[in-house]
């Protein structure tokens, strides 16, 4: 499996896209917001071997006088004893009460707290070797991809899920579905009519895809279609919202999550009675919309949003991808925080993709999270996502990052917690083994040294991760963090 995964990681280089000019000049917007390039995520290799976990190898750990956190009821339970044997949690209770197995190696959790692997519900899984060990050691064990060509990135999901790569666990939508001729070739299919959109969502689901993704471009017959096709072979229908019908009308007839602000734009528009296009203008053409919130009747964009609720849609709105958006230009100069993280391949694709555009207004990404915190506070399920393999998203510290701007506009710690945890797995069909610290359930969880709970920080200060069962103390992390540093930089 090593060299496969090796194999694919080098075919990678090979997807590129020949007319990106076309792509990056499709948006069209006011002069107040710059032309937004669609996320073109072009895979590239690593070109290097995969490095052997350090972990240790006992299958039975016993976690002694630990605070476990209760994502689900928003409380830590203190002076608990947890139980792991092999890849799940066997049991846990009061200190003193649970029998320690005698061949058990003993881990003292006195003063730290133990929470469920977080989630990064929107990443392009371009550098799976260094991204991996970034993601694990920042506790994010588990991830969707939303857009490679399929046969890539089922080989990935495999060598994630089985343990043949260092990395969290992982859903995929495979290649993404768009209008013809799509925004992204080398990752798309583009669809002509609805008939091609029903043929492609059974090849993907024969594929043995999780989910099915959409995208901008595609008429409203032919998105209707496929969220038809894909309620019959039993796939949720994910993405974009399409430039040709409203937000509420595709939650209406089937789409289960959308991602980034895509739609929203228009319900600004729409309650302002502003006219609304139905056809596609270049991605994020509305974003101007942004600027005009605060005119918006609250009660009124309420409702819209728990119309939403009601029709079962979730959102994963990637605050951080337009945050960092606004310095696009400090992060094309390789000189930025974290830097080291991002191998000279990853570099160059930022920089054959999003050179030329200019770095985004404060007001779209600052008046989405406050669109967001509304949501939230609509009931509408929020899921933690970031956009890997945009300029300047850094593998597993950039959903910490989410966190800490959903939590600054207003989100109550506990959400934003569910966010990054228990609602993604529960999404993903996960949430009968993850998600959360429960008997039974997958071993795949992160001890830390502060309460989550009380300030999402917190669940950056890391002192061990367990995924699958398999137990990486500080030192290991640390060799984890290493081991991705060397693989950037070849």
Same mark, same amino acid.
């Given at each position: ?35 937004? %390039? ?5 895979? %590239? ?46 049991? /846990? ?44 050691a920042n506790g994010v064990l588990l991830v969707r991809d939303t857009g490679l060509p399929t046969d890539i990135v089922l080989t990935i999901r495999e060598a994630l899920n089985q343990g043949a790569?260092? &990395?969290?666990?992982?859903? %995929? ?5 768009? &209008? ?53 072979? &039993? ?48 991605? &994020? ?50 000189? /930025? ?9 990853? /570099? ?117 991760? /367990?995924?699958?069962?398999q137990y990486f103390d500080r030192q290991a992390i640390d060799r984890l963090i290493q081991e991705a540093k060397d693989l950037a930089r070849r």
């Amino acid at each position: 499996m090593t060299n496969k995964v090796s194999r694919v990681s080098s075919l990678l280089l090979f997807v590129t896209i020949p007319f990106l000019a076309a792509c990056s000049s499709a948006a069209i917007l006011t002069p107040e917001v710059p032309t937004m %390039v669609p996320n073109t995520s072009t895979p %590239v290799p690593t070109n290097t071997p995969a490095i052997t976990p350090t972990h240790s190898t006992s299958t039975i750990y016993a976690i002694t006088n630990v605070a476990v956190v209760d994502v689900e009821n928003s409380i830590s339970i203190p002076n608990q004893t947890v139980i792991v044997s092999g890849d799940r949690i066997d049991r /846990f209770g009061d200190q003193g009460k649970v029998t320690i197995p005698q061949d058990a190696q003993i881990i003292d959790g006195n003063g730290l707290y133990l929470m469920p692997g977080l989630v990064d519900a929107h990443v392009h899984f371009i550098d799976p070797e260094t991204f991996g060990r970034v993601m694990v050691a920042n506790g994010v064990l588990l991830v969707r991809d939303t857009g490679l060509p399929t046969d890539i990135v089922l080989t990935i999901r495999e060598a994630l899920n089985q343990g043949a790569m260092v &990395g969290p666990e992982m859903i %995929v939508t495979g290649a993404i579905l768009d &209008g013809d001729p799509p925004l992204i070739p080398p990752v798309s299919e583009g669809i002509k009519t609805p008939e091609d959109g029903r043929i492609a969502v059974r090849q993907h689901a024969a594929a043995g895809v999780d989910q099915i993704k959409v995208y901008s471009k595609l008429t409203k017959e032919e998105f209707l279609a496929i969220v038809d096709e894909a309620d019959k072979v &039993g796939l949720k229908v994910v993405g974009h919202v399409p430039d040709s019908i409203y937000i509420e009308d595709a939650a209406a007839a089937g789409l289960k999550s959308s991602e980034h602000f895509f739609g929203f734009e228009k319900v600004i528009a729409k309650l302002l009675g502003e006219p609304v296009k139905l056809t596609y203008n270049g991605m &994020g053409s509305d974003a101007a919309n942004f600027l005009r919130l605060d005119q918006v009747d609250p009660q009124k964009l309420q409702a819209e949003f728990k119309k939403l609720k009601a029709d079962g849609l979730t959102v994963c709105p990637t605050v951080i991808t337009f945050k960092v958006f606004t310095k696009n230009n400090t992060f094309l100069t390789g000189n /930025f925080p974290m830097s080291e993280y991002i191998s000279q391949a990853v /570099f160059d694709n930022w920089i054959n993709l999003w050179s030329g555009q200019a770095d985004l207004p404060d007001f779209i990404w600052q008046n989405w999270a406050k669109m967001v915190n509304e949501l939230n506070r609509a009931g509408v399920p929020l899921m933690v996502g970031t956009d890997l393999s945009t300029p300047g998203i850094i593998p597993g510290f950039s959903v910490h990052e989410e966190m800490a701007i959903w939590q600054e506009a207003g989100i109550p710690t506990a959400d934003v917690l569910r966010g990054a945890t228990l609602i993604p797995a529960q999404f993903m069909g996960l949430g009968d083994r993850l998600g959360s610290v429960d008997e039974g359930k997958t071993a795949s969880m992160v001890l830390v040294r502060a309460n989550p709970l009380e300030d999402i920080h917190n669940a950056q200060q890391i002192e061990a991760v /367990f995924l699958k069962g398999q137990y990486f103390d500080r030192q290991a992390i640390d060799r984890l963090i290493q081991e991705a540093k060397d693989l950037a930089r070849r």
